[in-house]
Nanobody, 120 residues
Framework: QVRLVESGGGLVQAGESLRLSCAAS????????MGWYRQAPGKQRDLVAT???????NYAVSVTGRFTVSRDNAKNTVDLQMASLKPEDTAVYYC??????????????WGQGTQVTVSS
C-alpha cells in the first residue's frame, strides 16, 4: 500500500522561512510527477509547485521566486522550501504524487496535509 507522509508545517512570522517534506512509501515501481498543493479555509485546493522525475519544475505565480521545490528520486521524497512567507500563504499543504504501483498502473496519491500558518 502506497502512502505519502508530509512533515515540517508550523507557525511562523511573516518574512520567515519553512521547509516541508513529503516521503512516499510502500510498493512503488516508479514515481512520475510530484508536487505540493494548498488549501486555505473556505477556498479550493490550488497548485503550489510541481516537479517531474527529470527535475522540471512549475510554480504558481503567487509563489514564484519565494518557494523552491526539489526531490530525491532515490529516497522517493519531495521538499518545498518556502521563503519570505506571507500571511496569505497560510493553508493546509498537501503533497501529491503520480505513482506506478506493483500492477504497473499509475495513480495519484495524496498526503494527509500539514498546516502552515503565517502570522503578520
Amino acid at each position: 500500500q502506497v502512502r505519502l507522509v508530509e512533515s515540517g508545517g508550523g507557525l511562523v512570522q511573516a518574512g520567515e522561512s519553512l521547509r516541508l517534506s513529503c516521503a512516499a512509501s510502500g510498493t512503488i515501481v516508479s514515481i512520475n510527477n510530484m508536487g505540493w498543493y494548498r488549501q486555505a479555509p473556505g477556498k479550493q485546493r490550488d497548485l503550489v509547485a510541481t516537479i517531474t522525475s527529470d527535475g522540471i519544475t512549475n510554480y504558481a505565480v503567487s509563489v514564484t521566486g519565494r518557494f523552491t521545490v526539489s526531490r530525491d528520486n532515490a529516497k522517493n521524497t519531495v521538499d518545498l522550501q518556502m521563503a519570505s512567507l506571507k500571511p496569505e500563504d497560510t493553508a493546509v499543504y498537501y503533497c501529491r504524487a503520480l505513482i506506478q504501483g506493483p500492477d504497473f498502473s499509475f495513480r495519484y496519491y495524496w498526503g494527509q496535509g500539514t498546516q502552515v500558518t503565517v502570522s503578520s
